[in-house]
């Protein structure tokens, strides 16, 4: 893979970070590329050489959030598996969510209007659909490795639960804060891969 130029990275970086701020006080539809270059310290011409409009550079912003959330979800695996030289074995998975999944829950909700932009409740939109896709690969790939049977229909069901939970949370349809639902998705999860165990 070739390495990104680093003044182009530099750009993308403050461009993103410069929608995030942006959409902290505001809906996605109410923020003008003027303002994202404004206060990025670009010129408009900038922008589009990198981007075709706001909504992909928004697509781009949520990448990051995509990796975090999966990142999270299997931040015990990477734990067990780096404490030990011998090769993989299941683990049982702890009662309590990783503390990365609910700093995941806290962050998010931070960017949550940007959020509900592209995660539209039920888990449609570009975010949930990025999401779904990178969360069932990696669920799917960590079955396998473990020899877990139905490794395809349990990566379906924890990518669709995970990415509709959090849709119908960022959009008020489940009222509780960022510690309760990280344990209430953790329960959730550990019962979906419960339901299909290593022989």
């Known amino acids: 893979m070739a390495t990104q130029d680093p003044r182009t990275a530099r750009t993308t ?36 050489l990198h981007y075709d409009d706001l909504r992909a550079l928004a697509a781009d912003a949520c990448a ?8 999270a979800l299997h931040a015990w695996q990477d734990e067990t598996n780096h404490s030990r030289q011998a090769p993989a074995k299941p683990s049982r998975a702890p009662v309590e969510p990783p ?14 209007a940007l959020y509900r932009t592209l995660l539209r409740p039920g888990g449609s939109g570009p975010l949930g659909e990025l999401l779904h896709h990178e969360l069932r690969e990696r669920s799917r790939t960590e079955r396998e490795r473990v020899g877990a049977p139905h490794a ?14 959090l ?7 489940i009222d509780v804060d960022a ?21």
């Open 64 to 71: 990051e959030v995509v990796r975090d959330a999966v990142d």
């Open 99 to 112: 503390a990365a999944l609910t700093a995941f829950f806290a962050g998010v909700r931070q960017h949550r």
């Open 179 to 199: 510690d309760a639902i990280a344990r209430h998705v953790w329960s959730l999860l550990i019962a979906v891969h419960g339901a299909w165990p290593r022989p």
């Open 13 to 48: 970086a403050r461009l993103r970070a410069a929608l995030l701020a942006e959409c902290a006080t505001r809906p996605l539809e109410k923020v003008s590329v003027s303002a994202v270059t404004t206060r990025a310290g670009v010129g408009r011409a900038t922008f589009y």
């Open 152 to 165: 395809d229909l349990a990566a379906s069901a924890v990518a669709a639960s995970f990415t509709g939970v």
């Open 167 to 173: 849709a119908d949370w960022l959009h008020g349809l």
